[in-house]
């Protein structure tokens, strides 16, 4: 078995104000998929906030930048994560084909010490 | 108290360190981790592997593709998570601050 991090993809689609009957179905169906699968997981990860609440810490050249804002600007984003063992990454692949949501970037992780 | 994740984020200079460099890019950040375990303050948190073992799943219109590559192609990914558990923002942002390694993007987590 290993361990794999379900990177889910935002789609930068606000729901949190007034979600469409649609999108209550996406959310109700999320929260189906994650009975379902809960046994698979191994640590609980967590849903983040949308990426205006975010803040960007810079280093790059000595001196420390705080700016708001997501590290990247674009349509997708990271909305959360979950880490599954599963047997392989087919399998990994198998089950995040079957997220009501919109997508989910594959990454195992790395165990022990270190790359 | 709040939490908060901490996105580690990582270019390729990261992968392109000598051994040596690598070993004490690890020393740096396990005696970080360590210390906020110390703390109290540690929810957890892992490391990815590198991007390319990325294989990204998204669903449009109904059909779903299976592409190699993280979700988004960019100069930056990232590279693990924290999750912390601290009074506020600035508290958040002082630890991101701190972290041993390179940019940080640190996001509340939505509680339910």
Do not use: C
Request: no cysteine; glycine share 10%.
């Amino acid at each position: 078995m290993s361990k794999y991090a379900f990177l889910f993809i935002d789609d930068g689609v606000d729901y949190q104000g007034s979600p469409t009957p649609e999108q209550q179905k996406v959310y109700a169906d999320i929260f189906k998929w994650f009975e379902t699968n809960g046994s698979k997981i191994t640590d609980g990860g967590a849903e983040l906030q949308p990426t205006r609440t975010a803040t960007t810490i810079r280093k790059g050249t000595g001196k420390v930048i705080v700016v708001d804002g997501p590290f990247i600007e674009a349509k997708e984003s990271v909305g959360g994560f979950s880490i599954f063992e599963l047997p392989d990454k087919a399998a990994a692949v198998a089950l995040a084909k079957t997220w009501p949501g919109y997508g989910i970037e594959i990454r195992p992780i790395v165990e022990g010490e270190g790359r | 108290m709040p939490q908060y994740v901490l996105m580690l984020l990582e270019d390729e200079s990261w992968e392109k360190q000598s051994k040596d460099e690598m070993k004490r890019a690890y020393a740096a950040i396990n005696a970080w981790v360590d210390d906020l375990k110390k703390k109290g303050l540690m929810k957890g948190g892992e490391e990815l592997q590198s991007k390319r073992t990325a294989t990204t799943v998204r669903r449009n219109n109904g059909a779903v593709s299976v592409t190699e590559g993280p979700f988004i192609e960019s100069k930056e990914h990232v590279g693990g998570f924290m999750m912390i558990e601290v009074p506020d923002l600035d508290a958040a942002i002082a630890i991101a601050k701190s972290w041993p390694g390179g940019d940080v993007e640190v996001r509340p987590i939505v509680v339910h």
